[in-house]
């Protein structure tokens, strides 16, 4: 089966010149087109998450894949290797009009996936040196990484809601409950209760002694 694939990224982009690049490139080589495959997705996206995915997995070996150009498959370099490995793996021939491709069982097409898999990893070696240089750069500015000293989300959360949690114990509301409604952990609710005398009011006897014995029992 020979199938030509078009992908584009915006509904306003055509498909028209795709397919007739690929029908004349299939004329050239007096292939038949059995199916066409046509998306509207990124090509950031990955190809599990696109008609691409579902296509290459019914695809059999000897089949045909007929795109116009490489990053018509993926913009990334590393997909597009993933995407050739699958390809060479189920035996599946994949051309590319505009740059001439051919990827198939033959010696040249595996000595160019060579070629594409070592660029690929250089690529990824790159992007991490780049990331760390980057952090390096910034740490010897001055500028603090990670999360500020303080700025625990689940804590901000208590304290924006803490009259309402005052007033759910006051209501009788159980510690649990609490943590249930604002999901979070005891562990967090305690140190919370300890900073904020007025919420440690709210807390009746019998909520108090369970906290306490609870943060016993973790040390």
Not at 84 to 101: Q, R, V, W
Not at 160 to 178: R, W
Request: charged content about 30%; proline content about 1%.
């Amino acid at each position: 089966m020979i199938i030509g694939y078009l992908r584009i990224s915006t509904g306003k982009q055509h498909l028209a010149n795709q397919q007739d690049e690929i029908q004349r490139f299939a004329e050239s080589k007096n292939f038949t087109i059995d199916s066409w495959v046509t998306e509207v997705a990124s090509g950031k996206k990955h190809e599990r998450d696109r008609k691409l995915g579902a296509l290459l997995k019914r695809m059999k070996p000897g089949d045909t894949l007929i795109v116009t150009e490489i990053s018509r498959l993926s913009r990334t370099l590393t997909d597009i290797m993933a995407i050739m490995g699958k390809c060479l793996n189920k035996e599946i021939n994949l051309y590319t009009t505009k740059e001439g491709y051919s990827f198939d069982n033959t010696i040249n097409s595996k000595v160019l996936c060579f070629a594409f898999g070592l660029v690929a990893e250089i690529e990824r070696n790159l992007i991490s040196m780049r990331t760390k240089e980057a952090l390096a750069l910034r740490k010897s500015e001055g500028i603090v990484l990670g999360r500020k000293k303080g700025s625990y989300t689940k804590t901000n959360v208590l304290v924006a809601n803490k009259q309402t949690i005052i007033q759910m114990l006051n209501q009788d509301k159980s510690v649990a409950d609490i943590c249930k409604r604002f999901d979070l952990s005891r562990d967090t609710f305690a140190k919370f209760r300890k900073a904020h005398p007025s919420v440690q009011k709210a807390l009746n006897e019998k909520e108090r002694r369970r906290i306490d014995s609870f943060a016993k029992n973790r040390q």
